[in-house]
């Protein structure tokens, strides 16, 4: 294991959905000092449960030990560590990004949206929002040229939801 | 309803006081008089920890019932060193009514908010139908797998709503599954390192006491002849063969229990956390031993120190499993030089012909009282006196707030003890400070005549913080003096307990045996000499292997802290 080389990694938690889950788990963060990148939840698919996606950076150990103190709370189902090669999992973001355009920036961005299958969802004269999906590293790379082309007023992500591939899943279940 | 459940689940003794937030469930109580009994304390963390030592001397989970806001945030102290030290609790606090939360309404405080990082599990209750199942997890969750305190939050609205009371027999909580059975390839790989070890040592911690299998590990200590240590948690051992039994460990262990430590091939580490007040700096804590660690809870394994065989279990299914083994095994070489350690290096003090030396007043007790007695030391010098120079021979017989480390734990810890063991001698054993944070209890004890016995070894100073003072800050006592105690013999005596206070070494064998005698509570106020330190004592972070082994006395601090002039 080691001990010092720090690296992102993804656990998808299936929790009981009931009041306080999400307070807990982060309160379980906070408490034992894991930093927590992004976070998303939605429903399962069994109903009265939902699923949260968690990106952390930490070494082996303390990965290791967020897996064991996210079972020991009790509304907390199932902890599936996600694989770190992208071969072995999907992994998707949505972003929202608000830009001011002006005649010249415009066609830079419509052509950067259609390069990256972005989508158009709103314009007005002086502006828009552009509807991004995909892998972490193609929102980054997209925010990064849209930032160069026109002035980025406002981002919403809605932080990582991932699986592993199907043969992954298959054997581990 | 709530006493419903509290009968399905055999409580019989409560802790608590009353306000208006659980007025009707007190009010209730009446009803129950005669099933179960009430015990009104003088503050809230003075119940909580009453709760709390009964819970630990018992092994039954300890109740707890107080009203919301600071009736609820007074037991925040004793609900954080039950969780600590993996104590059964369930504390019920009432809240305002459903209507009133989130207004900032009188006497409302988030509780399950607060309580959330220093609880097992807290829930508050948003029907009266779902109450039944919400207590039964309660009782279940605060004392299987890995124990601990478990809060309840009570809206007054659903005190008196009315609902069928139907409780669940059985319970199905999905994300809460504690493994019990330990794994038979792990329990198979750590027996091999066993026969292969020259050097084997057990480590016994908290988990020992909570899983109540100090029985089977004596069994195994004798069947295999393997030395043991304990944390200051996992006192209570007693194998038949004295010599391979080596004391405590850590800070203020005994030098060659940490010799032990330092010197075994293979370590097996059973219910322990490896603390830091046990490994003292990890990287040099057991270099040359292999490590079996065995634990109910999996998020302990490789927490602190890096483990080469890991068990998840209950210890009474592992120790059974260890148990049916048999291997013919010579340690005698290993357990030869342990003996000459501690032989020479053995755990003393030196009397002094004026003061009184708490060590003193501690191995007397130890030789006094019967084998049976239930010892709550509170925190500080006082508590590792205890741990060093009181040899506890039974399981649940040593309560002290190890994890939190708590003042003002024993004197409270101790009468939830008696209520709990009323045909066992309870001691409370504090020092000056500590006894003063929760000294209001002795009106508890006056009031329920729980024949309690009680010394207080007062230094005047807070000793263990003077004691780092002295060793790392040059001498400069911050706060630390505490020349202005009062008699706590006159004070015990105005509340109505039998008292006597002492200052001779003459006077402590003596003073022991009424102690031990009486058949009231009785309290000894004795004063010892403010000079003396812990010792040996492994400065924090440090090697545990190079303990100080001694430490000058200050002169300066009889003046300080008494008026007197050393000689
Ligand atoms: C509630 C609380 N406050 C402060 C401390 C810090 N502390 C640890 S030991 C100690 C001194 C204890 O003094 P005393 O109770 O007289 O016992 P002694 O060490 O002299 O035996 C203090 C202040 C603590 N452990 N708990």
């Known amino acids: ?173 | 309803m709530l006493f419903e459940a509290f009968k399905r689940e055999r409580v019989e003794k409560i802790f608590g006081i009353p306000g208006g937030a659980i007025i009707h469930v007190y009010d209730e109580l009446c009803s129950y008089e005669n099933e179960m009994d009430f015990f009104l304390f003088r503050h809230e963390q003075g119940a909580t920890h009453a709760a709390d030592g009964y819970a630990r001397s018992t092994g039954k989970p300890g109740v707890v019932l107080v009203t919301s806001g600071p009736g609820a945030t007074n037991t925040v102290t004793g609900i954080a060193t039950a969780y600590m030290d993996s104590v059964p609790l369930v504390v019920i606090t009432g809240q305002v009514s459903t209507s009133a939360i989130g207004t900032d309404a009188f006497q409302e405080v988030d509780i399950t908010g607060v309580s959330m990082p220093i609880t097992k599990h807290n829930h508050l209750v948003t029907s009266v139908e779902e109450l039944p199942q919400v207590l039964k997890e309660a009782f279940h969750i605060a004392t299987t797998g890995r124990p601990g305190p478990v809060l309840i939050d009570l809206p007054k609205s659903l005190q008196t709503a009315e609902g069928e009371f139907r409780y669940p027999r059985k319970l199905e909580i999905p994300g809460y599954k504690p493994t019990l059975v330990g794994h038979p390839r792990q329990i198979k790989r750590a027996v091999e390192l066993l026969k292969n070890s020259k050097k084997p040592l057990v480590i016994a911690g908290g988990g020992v006491n909570l899983s109540g299998t100090a029985h089977l590990l004596n069994q195994f200590l004798d069947k295999f002849g393997i030395p043991v240590v304990n944390t200051l948690m996992g006192h209570g051992l007693n194998p038949q063969d004295e010599r391979l039994y080596l004391g405590g460990i850590g800070m203020h262990g005994s030098y060659y229990g940490n010799y032990a430590v330092v010197n075994a091939d293979l370590i097996v580490a059973l219910g322990v956390r490896f603390s830091d007040r046990i490994t003292g700096d990890p990287k040099r804590f057991a270099p040359n031993a292999k490590i079996v660690h065995v634990d109910v809870d999996p998020a302990e394994i490789g927490k602190n120190v890096q483990v080469d065989v890991p068990v998840v279990g209950d210890l009474k299914n592992v120790l059974e499993e260890f148990l049916k083994f048999d291997f013919e095994a010579d340690y005698s070489e290993w357990i030869e030089e342990l003996q000459k350690v501690k032989e020479s290096h053995p755990l003393t003090y030196e009397k002094h012909e004026k003061f009184i030396k708490p060590q003193h007043v501690v191995e007397a007790a130890s030789r006094y009282f019967p084998p049976d007695t239930v010892v709550a030391a509170d925190v500080g010098q006082n508590q590792m006196w205890v741990a060093q120079f009181y040899r506890f021979r039974n399981p649940r017989s040593f309560l002290c707030s190890g994890g939190l480390g708590t003042m003002g734990y024993a004197l409270p810890a101790g009468i939830g003890a008696k209520i709990g063991n009323p045909h066992k001698e309870v001691l409370v054993i504090a020092g000056d400070g500590g006894f003063q944070m929760n000294i209001q209890e002795l009106m508890t004890i006056n009031r329920y005549k729980l024949p309690v016995k009680v010394i207080v070894l007062d230094n005047s100073a807070l000793g263990m913080v003077r004691q780092w003072q002295q060793l790392f800050f040059g001498c400069r006592y911050s706060a630390t003096v505490l020349n202005d105690n009062p008699d706590f013999a006159k004070i015990a005596e105005d509340v109505g307990i039998k008292a006597l206070r002492i200052r001779r070494p003459d006077d402590v064998e003596g003073a022991i045996d009424v102690l031990v005698h009486s058949k009231e509570p009785m309290l000894i106020h004795a004063l010892v000499d403010p000079r003396e330190n812990v010792i040996p004592m492994v400065p924090p972070g440090g090697d545990i292997g190079q303990p100080l082994l001694s430490a000058p006395y200050d002169k300066e601090i009889l003046q300080k802290t008494r008026g007197e002039q050393d000689e």
């Open chain 1, 1 to 173: 294991m080691s001990e010092t080389v720090e690296h992102e990694h993804i656990v998808s938690v299936l929790v009981c959905n009931k009041p306080g889950v999400l307070r807990r788990v982060a309160n379980l963060f906070a408490r034992r000092g894991f930093n927590i990148s992004s976070i998303s939840v939605g429903e399962a698919k069994d109903p009265g449960l939902s699923r949260l996606t968690i990106v952390v950076r930490g070494n082996d150990r303390i990965i290791e030990q967020i897996e064991k103190q996210l079972y020991k709370v009790i509304e907390v189902v199932k902890v599936s560590p996600i694989a770190p090669s992208p071969e072995k999992r999907v992994e998707r973001e949505m972003a929202l990004i608000k830009v001011q355009i002006d005649e010249k920036t415009k066609l830079e961005i419509l052509q950067l949206v259609e390069i990256f299958r972005g989508k158009i969802i709103d314009v007005a004269k002086d502006g828009m929002i552009v509807e991004i999906t995909g892998a972490r590293s193609k929102v980054e790379a997209f925010i990064k040229l849209v930032e160069s082309s026109g002035k980025i007023v406002e981002i919403a992500r809605t932080g990582i939801v991932a699986m592993n591939r199907w043969n992954l899943s298959k054997k581990e279940a």
